[in-house]
Nanobody, 115 residues
Framework: QGQLAQSGGGLVPAGGSLRLTCYAS???????????LAWYRQAPGKQRELVAT????????NFADSVKGRFQISRDSAKKRIYLQMDGLKPEDTAIYYC?????WGQGTQVTVSS
Protein backbone atom coordinates (compact mmCIF):
# COMPACT_ATOMS: atom_id res chain seq x y z
CA GLN A 1 0.00 0.00 0.00
CA GLY A 2 1.35 3.40 -0.98
CA GLN A 3 1.86 6.50 1.08
CA LEU A 4 -0.84 8.45 -0.74
CA ALA A 5 -4.35 7.19 -1.43
CA GLN A 6 -6.44 9.00 -4.02
CA SER A 7 -10.19 9.20 -4.38
CA GLY A 8 -12.63 11.12 -6.51
CA GLY A 9 -12.58 11.42 -10.25
CA GLY A 10 -15.00 9.89 -12.72
CA LEU A 11 -17.03 10.98 -15.72
CA VAL A 12 -18.44 14.50 -15.95
CA PRO A 13 -19.89 16.62 -18.78
CA ALA A 14 -18.03 19.64 -20.04
CA GLY A 15 -18.52 22.58 -17.73
CA GLY A 16 -18.94 20.35 -14.71
CA SER A 17 -16.92 20.07 -11.52
CA LEU A 18 -15.02 17.38 -9.66
CA ARG A 19 -12.94 17.26 -6.52
CA LEU A 20 -10.00 14.93 -6.17
CA THR A 21 -8.76 13.93 -2.74
CA CYS A 22 -5.38 12.56 -1.75
CA TYR A 23 -4.95 11.11 1.75
CA ALA A 24 -1.44 10.89 3.15
CA SER A 25 -2.29 8.12 5.58
CA UNK A 26 1.26 6.96 6.17
CA UNK A 27 2.99 10.31 6.45
CA UNK A 28 3.43 11.69 9.93
CA UNK A 29 1.71 15.03 10.38
CA UNK A 30 4.88 17.10 10.68
CA UNK A 31 6.23 15.66 7.44
CA UNK A 32 2.94 16.20 5.64
CA UNK A 33 2.64 19.81 6.83
CA UNK A 34 6.05 20.75 5.44
CA UNK A 35 5.79 18.70 2.26
CA UNK A 36 5.78 20.17 -1.21
CA LEU A 37 2.45 19.07 -2.67
CA ALA A 38 1.38 18.80 -6.26
CA TRP A 39 -1.11 17.39 -8.70
CA TYR A 40 -0.03 16.05 -12.08
CA ARG A 41 -1.97 14.56 -14.95
CA GLN A 42 -1.23 12.33 -17.89
CA ALA A 43 -3.44 12.15 -20.94
CA PRO A 44 -3.30 9.18 -23.33
CA GLY A 45 -0.21 9.35 -25.51
CA LYS A 46 1.15 12.39 -23.69
CA GLN A 47 3.77 13.03 -21.05
CA ARG A 48 2.83 13.60 -17.44
CA GLU A 49 2.39 17.31 -16.82
CA LEU A 50 2.32 19.44 -13.71
CA VAL A 51 -1.12 20.87 -12.95
CA ALA A 52 -0.81 22.60 -9.57
CA THR A 53 1.57 22.99 -6.67
CA UNK A 54 1.22 23.91 -3.00
CA UNK A 55 4.24 24.99 -1.01
CA UNK A 56 4.48 23.30 2.38
CA UNK A 57 6.54 26.19 3.67
CA UNK A 58 4.70 29.25 2.36
CA UNK A 59 1.31 27.79 1.35
CA UNK A 60 1.80 29.49 -2.01
CA UNK A 61 0.05 27.90 -4.95
CA ASN A 62 0.87 27.76 -8.66
CA PHE A 63 -1.06 26.46 -11.60
CA ALA A 64 -0.45 25.46 -15.17
CA ASP A 65 -1.72 28.07 -17.59
CA SER A 66 -4.22 25.59 -18.98
CA VAL A 67 -6.06 25.30 -15.65
CA LYS A 68 -5.53 28.74 -14.15
CA GLY A 69 -8.78 30.23 -12.87
CA ARG A 70 -10.55 26.86 -13.04
CA PHE A 71 -8.64 24.61 -10.62
CA GLN A 72 -7.72 25.08 -6.97
CA ILE A 73 -5.29 23.10 -4.83
CA SER A 74 -5.62 23.05 -1.07
CA ARG A 75 -4.41 21.21 2.00
CA ASP A 76 -6.16 20.09 5.15
CA SER A 77 -3.36 19.62 7.66
CA ALA A 78 -5.50 18.05 10.37
CA LYS A 79 -6.85 15.43 7.99
CA LYS A 80 -3.59 15.05 6.04
CA ARG A 81 -5.42 15.52 2.81
CA ILE A 82 -4.67 17.32 -0.43
CA TYR A 83 -7.52 18.46 -2.63
CA LEU A 84 -7.82 19.45 -6.26
CA GLN A 85 -11.06 21.29 -6.96
CA MET A 86 -11.74 21.33 -10.69
CA ASP A 87 -14.41 23.61 -12.08
CA GLY A 88 -15.33 24.48 -15.65
CA LEU A 89 -13.97 21.16 -16.84
CA LYS A 90 -13.14 20.76 -20.52
CA PRO A 91 -12.69 17.61 -22.64
CA GLU A 92 -8.97 18.37 -22.81
CA ASP A 93 -8.79 17.94 -19.03
CA THR A 94 -9.39 14.22 -19.54
CA ALA A 95 -6.44 12.38 -18.02
CA ILE A 96 -5.23 10.28 -15.15
CA TYR A 97 -4.52 12.60 -12.25
CA TYR A 98 -1.79 11.93 -9.69
CA CYS A 99 -1.09 13.59 -6.37
CA UNK A 100 2.43 13.99 -5.04
CA UNK A 101 3.84 14.84 -1.62
CA UNK A 102 7.62 15.29 -1.69
CA UNK A 103 8.75 12.09 -3.43
CA UNK A 104 5.60 10.05 -2.79
CA TRP A 105 2.96 9.49 -5.46
CA GLY A 106 -0.67 8.57 -5.40
CA GLN A 107 -1.95 5.68 -7.46
CA GLY A 108 -3.73 7.86 -9.99
CA THR A 109 -7.39 8.43 -10.69
CA GLN A 110 -9.19 8.77 -14.00
CA VAL A 111 -11.00 11.97 -14.91
CA THR A 112 -13.06 11.92 -18.10
CA VAL A 113 -14.83 15.00 -19.41
CA SER A 114 -17.39 14.43 -22.12
CA SER A 115 -18.12 17.03 -24.77
Amino acid sequence: QGQLAQSGGGLVPAGGSLRLTCYASRLITSVFNSAELAWYRQAPGKQRELVATFSGVTSATNFADSVKGRFQISRDSAKKRIYLQMDGLKPEDTAIYYCKANTYWGQGTQVTVSS
